[in-house]
């Protein structure tokens, strides 16, 4: 099995530390507000991941953190004139219920900053002891970047050329302009006690106190989004390094940005779009295969043009599923191709193009050989799994119904009752009104034999 690992920025044979045992630690939100796709992007990619080793029968623990301690919480609570607390609960609450809507599976632990203070401090302590770190008259801790001389290793920088550069903040009580946070003075509500006097953590501190916690100093994977990896990754890189004698993360995984007309999505920008708004749209498999239609690795320009496509590609799938009993669907092992197209870096487009060739099949079972159908339905939704595709009953996908339509479900069994009802009466200037009616309003209807089915479609179809 190869992946692709950032630090070394090469593909590699993936070794775990204990043999069919994979330990991930993945960045997880600051809950200061609502999830957008840009983070759906990043966290259905390890999600896929994820499946991806259990599919492949690796043993995997999978630590995704939260942190609930950042200024702009405190920021946003004072803007509404309550604690950072209560606005952390709030998006901890709405990040959980978008990412059920996604079908994603939880980690195995999700720590939040505020219950792992003392593991927190005790590292920052460590740090201190063994030269790494300094603190300041006014209570702040900062990293000394130059007592690590593989500084930059990850982001592959040089110290001096980040120095050089405008980014970083002139601080007077700093050794180096390049040091980072590790604990900031702080005496507001939303501060603790320490040997430093009060305060509360660095940013990037957290995730290296939190990982050792639950993982130890030396575990498989660390990942996220690309965004992370200088300053954030770097800084935990080396602070962890140095106190645990040179062990950290042995391999790096980081998704590849979501950009709207060519701009990162972010909300400082305001060009973001939120999970709970896109699945007012799009059934959460659409925005599955949209977005597992681009490699983890590789940028992804969004655009609703794209969900849409996806949608009619989808379709085609499910078109074809539900011309076989899917009650009868067993789980079959996985085909040569899908095992393929997971160790090679979780390639999810090679999948994609498996998938389609294994619709082909479906499609030429249906018309010469239905018995075959059945098992290559079997292999379809049995590959489909591991990118959370074809899991819905066929029924079910094609009537999803989106907050923009003004149809509801009820409404067409009534006007298809009363179409067939006209049929029967040889009303056929009725029973075609209300097919066209329908079919204006994204409603497809089939007739077989004397069953109606129906689908929700794109109007343009």
């Known amino acids: 099995m190869k992946i692709f690992d950032s630090k070394s920025s090469k593909k590699i044979n993936f070794d775990p530390l204990k043999e069919g045992k994979v330990s991930l630690y993945v960045c997880g939100m600051t809950v200061y507000d609502s999830c ?24 995997i623990h999978y630590v995704r953190n939260i942190t609930d301690v950042d200024d702009k919480i405190i920021a946003k609570a004072k803007l509404e004139k309550t604690s950072p607390s209560v606005i952390s609960e709030r998006y901890i609450e709405e990040m959980h219920d978008d990412f059920l809507s996604m079908a994603m599976q939880s980690p ?18 460590d740090l201190i002891s063994k030269k790494f770190a300094y603190s300041t008259k006014n209570g702040d801790v900062f990293f000394n970047v130059e007592s690590f001389d593989k500084y930059g290793e990850l982001s592959n920088r040089k110290l001096k050329e980040m120095i050089s550069g405008s980014r970083i903040e002139v601080d007077d009580s700093k050794k180096n302009p390049a040091d980072f946070a590790l604990w900031k003075n702080s005496s507001d509500e939303y501060s603790w006690e320490s040997p430093w006097g ?37 800084n935990e890189n080396a602070q962890s390094k140095c106190n645990h004698d040179g062990l950290f993360a042995n391999y790096w995984l980081h998704t590849g940005p979501l950009t709207i007309d060519e701009e990162k999505m972010s909300k400082s920008l305001g060009n973001f779009i939120t999970i709970k708004d896109i699945l007012k749209k799009y ?79 479906l499609n030429k079972s249906l018309i010469k050989n239905k018995k075959e159908s059945q098992s290559m339905a079997n292999i379809l939704i049995s590959s489909g799994e591991v990118m959370g595709l074809f899991q819905s009953k066929p029924e079910e996908y094609f009537k999803f119904i989106s907050s923009e339509e003004l149809i509801s479900e009820k409404e067409i069994e009534d006007l298809i009752a009363q179409r067939n009802l ?7 200037s009725k029973s075609d009104k209300i097919r066209d009616d329908l079919k204006a309003k994204g409603i497809s209807l089939e007739d077989l034999g004397d069953k109606t089915s129906w689908k929700r479609v794109n109007l343009e179809e």
């Open 422 to 428: 006209a049929r029967t009466e040889k009303d056929f």
């Open 36 to 59: 957008h796709i840009g983070h759906l992007r990043t966290f259905l990619s390890f999600d896929f991941i994820v499946k991806s080793f259990k599919a492949l029968n690796y043993d």
């Open 108 to 125: 195995d632990k999700e720590p939040k900053v505020t219950e792992h203070m003392e593991s927190i401090i005790s590292f920052i302590e």
């Open 283 to 361: 059934h959460p498999e659409v925005i599955r295969f949209y977005l597992f239609s681009t490699h983890y690795r590789n940028p992804l320009n969004f655009s609703f043009g794209g969900l849409d496509e996806s949608k009619k590609i989808l379709d085609k799938f499910y078109d074809a599923l539900r011309k076989v009993d899917t009650s009868n669907v067993k789980n079959v092992s996985l085909a040569e191709g899908v095992i393929q197209s997971l160790k090679d870096d979780f390639n999810s487009p090679k999948l994609i193009s498996f998938l389609h060739k294994t619709l082909d099949k």
């Open 198 to 234: 009060e305060g509360r953590p660095g940013w990037h501190i957290e995730c290296s106190a939190m990982s050792r916690d639950y993982l130890g100093k030396n575990f498989d994977i660390h990942g996220g989004g690309l965004d992370l990896k200088f300053p954030h990754h770097e």
